[in-house]
């Protein structure tokens, strides 16, 4: 158990440093950010005091071996948009992006894993043709469409909830709901069709010859067998939660650190997209040896 | 001891459809039979026969659709069982009437405890949880048979041996001292020798609780060693009911008279000698200390523990001999198997065919190889790709040995081959799942008869069957050896199978070779100590040994 968190932490930390490594030069082929700092009219000496300045005036070999120096050090370099620590910046949008994450997860799989049981004990009826049409919509229904439908209909046209923006509860309502559909439709498909082998299987023949209760042994005993692909599909969805819902929280001007790697990359923040990437990665690679260790706690069978 | 007079179970008529793509097809027709307490009576009959669900029905485990309880009452302890509501229904279930299966593993949920799955028998009828319940469920595995109970209780299913599981099963049964207990073919799963256990577990704890006990079986043995009274279906179909004794002495049905005689078991002057005929004095495979290990754990804080599956072993077979290699399940002999096909490599040793030793062959030498010999697995229906029609099946290996058979003959040889397993050539269109079980195996045979095999490696490849079909596949297998001067491997956990059939027989366990001889020298006289007790664990008539 020591042994295999310690394997997969090496693992993990070698496979960050693999992606900054990569992050540092593609940014770099993106161009000089001087041309967007300075004026337009700026002269040559100007630009290379700007270069000089942030370091970018020496062969990209040497800047990426000083990159990897202050690594070593925990520094991770200056924004040039804001003039402070580009760690700082990321980690302060990060938690904005977090919470949204976990709330539309954490909702959307409760939901998905009650609306799936449910239309898997009964294949067939309303509630499961329901439960089907609706999922499928939710799964294949563009989000960004449906963000500016939204923001048309219940922001602009009826005045109910918010454009865009943080701070009240009323603020947390579009962008939740977005975020939510996909993974709800996904889900629902997963857990109705896991159910139904579940349901379908031997053990479950037992538990009614013993003479549980209807309810004990669909929730008790077939859906426990069921969770590990829905663990696995929702682990997957929430991955892609935590690096940043882009597009969500762009439309909705959410300051989540999707947002920031999209407006960093833009303006040739380096520093800035490369603190982001590092945090995002890292998340992702705690979020992944959780889902392990919840595989083991689910199931028995499974020991490492 | 039995009670006719007063039944606690009375079934009538009862007929079950099941509804499928085009028409209702009838899986139970107009079955009749009853259970009295303290007495036994056993279902005897093969697969597809309906036994399994005329006592799903009893137990409610029928799902309607596809079922459909077409006719029929059920009168239980003088109730109408279809008349009871869905509550009432689930209360007997569990606490009055209990089911054990015949796959254990698969029959109870991998991902709770043993002890929690027998709590819920308690808690779900209202009597006693918590602490109580837990005292009870040791109790109850303790009586069972399992060492340890205080500790094990908290174990999963997958630490549990075959034949340990059954016994949880069976405490999660007896929990609340049934009237009835039903077992839907409780030993089929379990090594011979754990058969004999659990059977004995059963007639125990019938004699303490004077349960009524309905055993569903197709192993006439089993049904002989159990039954006070018997019912033999076929088709869905009751055909022949009475007392064990008189049935199975003077039995009235053509049907059951086919079945008695198709036991592998009786005299052996009864049976015809299927042994081959033509033995040539060319060795064919030469096995020399093959051994198989397995790392259990290795790091550097645990010592290195291997497991030898396969234990330096050494036997030869020769040019159209049948040799028999028999042992219990964990015993290794499906291990050689694997290791003699390039399935598996071995840790050590040599296995010489046609002067070269097989693991030491190149990619090229390993084809040719693998074409002179040819497996047939167990399960008939995990074996073959679903998606691939017969003749695909048949028809593969000439793709990958391109120089069997020109393309043009392919289809006539498919046709060939199918006649001569017992098939029809239209069938070579069908795929795998329309056909029976042994129809299956009879085209898994006609696979590996395609690249013209000289030695054929048979690993439990009649177990899955029923009876009667078994002995026709010996006989198919006996016709083939003949025809085609073939030799066999033929692996298997039932002894007297291969009286019949092998030339000589070899006896493993625990990756050893315990006994090796002709098989009548062994069958007249076993030496060793376990080849007497595979030998003696075949169940006995009940009315025999209450006699003495």
Redesign the interface.
Known sequence: MI?YLGRRAFHSILSVIGLLTLVFFLTRLTGDPSALYLPLDSTAEARAAFARLNGLDQPIYWQFLEYLRDLLQLDFGESLRQNRSAMQVALEAFPETLKLAAVAITLSTALAILVGSLAAARPGSMFDRIASLISLAGASAPDFWVAIVGILVFAVGLGLLPTSGTGTWAHWIMPTFVLMLRPFGLLVQVVRGTMLSALA???I?????????RQ?IIFG?AL??SLLPVVTVAGDLATSLVNGAVVVESIFGWPGIGKLMIDSIIQRDFAVVQSTILVTATAIFILNIAIDLLYAV????IRY | MSNATNPILKVEGLTVDFLSDDEPVRAVDDVSFHVSRGETLVILGESGSGKSVSTSTV???IDCPPGDIVAGSCLFDGVELSSLGAEAR??????RI??I?Q?PL????????VGRQIE??YE??GAGSGKDARAKTIELLRRVGIPEPENRVDF?P?QFSGGQRQRV?IA??IALKPDILIADEPTTALDVSVQAQILDLLRDLQRETGMALIMITHDLEVASSMADRIIVMNGGKVVETGIAKEVFSNPQHAYTRRLISALPHGNAAEAPNKRSTTIADKTLLKVEHLTKHYVLAS?AFSSKRTFKAVDDISFEIRRGETLGIVGESGSGKSSVARMLLGLNEPSSGKAVFAGENIFEMNEKRLMAFRRKVQMVFQDPYGSMNPRMRVYSIISEPWVIHRDILPKNRWKARVAELLDLVGLLPEHADRYPHQFSGGQRQRIAIARALASEPELVVCDEAVSALDVSIQAQMIDLLAELRTRFSLSYIFITHDLPIVRHFADRIMVMKDGKIIEEGQTSALFGAPRHEYTQSLLQAVPKPKWLTQAQ
């Open positions: 042994t299987s031997p053990y023949k037992t538990a009614r010859a013993k003479g549980l209760p004990k005993h426990r067998n689910l199931d028995p069978r | 137990m409610d485990l689930r209360n007997i279930n569990g606490r209990a089911m299966f796959d698969a029959y109870l949920n991998p991902v709770y405890t819920e028998v779900s009828h999963y997958h099963m999660m049964a790091g």
